[in-house]
């Protein structure tokens, strides 16, 4: 069971390369741009709970955090070096009717 949220509409989201910060009920998420696709991953990094939007690309779809430089893969939400080990989360999204949605579960 999933429930499909509207997070902004389609003008708010953000543009090639920029991370927009969302929380959904009580979850942070970032959704990243990636060369016009959006990905949407949890925006706590699993090390401090640092938000992961706030990182910078340090490579095609590679966000490093600002606090501490783990790498997140914005596909799956992946940790991929340390000081991060578990994933971050991952959400289905797309852009509809204008809107900006993603899937949670329920
Ligand atoms: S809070 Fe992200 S690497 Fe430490």
Redesign the pocket.
Known sequence: MTTVVEVCREEEAPAPGQALSVVVGDIPIAIFNIHGELYAIGDI??????P?SE?DMVDEYTVE??????HFDVRTGDALS???TGNAGSYPVWIEDGAVKIELPA
Request: glycine share 12%; hydrophobic share 40%.
């Open positions: 990094c699993t090390h401090e709970e640092f992961l990182g955090c600002a606090l501490h430089g783990a340390l000081p991060a």
